[in-house]
């Protein structure tokens, strides 16, 4: 039974971030005025990663450009990382969230958004049910 409502909050909570992403994504979608925009007209390599601390077990990953979401799941493990994804020119933002399960209430998740080599923004999460994000604007 405890199983059943760890799964049952982990994913409502999982939901939630899942939409506040993507609503992320639209809101991003809705400004036509690139000519202002820095970063406009330019491509960028962009690796999402998430690291766990020991005896957890990342469960969920949802990433993506703009509005085009990807989500990895079934994964598990303390580490994962996205392919490398070219934005296309232009793109406005990058944005990640990650679910993992920790072993106790002290365990931490990192997630990170790497734009072009270079870490750009880094997320984090304690507890034993973790939810971390990150969002990067080009």
């Known amino acids: 039974m405890k199983k059943m409502k760890l799964k049952n909050v982990l994913k409502g909570s999982f939901i939630m971030m899942a939409a506040a992403l993507l609503l992320g994504f639209v809101a991003s979608c809705s400004n036509d005025d690139d000519d202002n925009t ?3 007209g330019k491509t960028h390599k962009v ?9 957890s077990n990342i469960e969920i990953a949802v990433y993506g450009i703009d509005g085009n979401p990807t989500t990895a ?3 598990s493990g303390t580490t994962w990382t996205s392919p490398e ?3 296309e020119a232009g ?3 990058a944005n990640v969230a990650v679910n ?3 072993p106790n209430a ?3 998740l990192k997630v990170q958004i790497w734009v072009d080599g270079q870490l750009k923004k880094e997320g984090t999460s304690s507890g034993q049910y973790l939810s971390a ?6």
């Open 133 to 138: 994000s990150a969002s990067h604007t080009f």
């Open 47 to 55: 690796v999402f990663k998430a690291e766990a601390s020991a005896g």
């Open 38 to 40: 820095p970063g406009a």
């Open 100 to 102: 993992a399960i920790g």
């Open 85 to 87: 994804i070219t934005s």
């Open 73 to 75: 799941s079934s994964l």
């Open 91 to 93: 793109a406005y933002n």
């Open 106 to 108: 002290s365990a931490t």
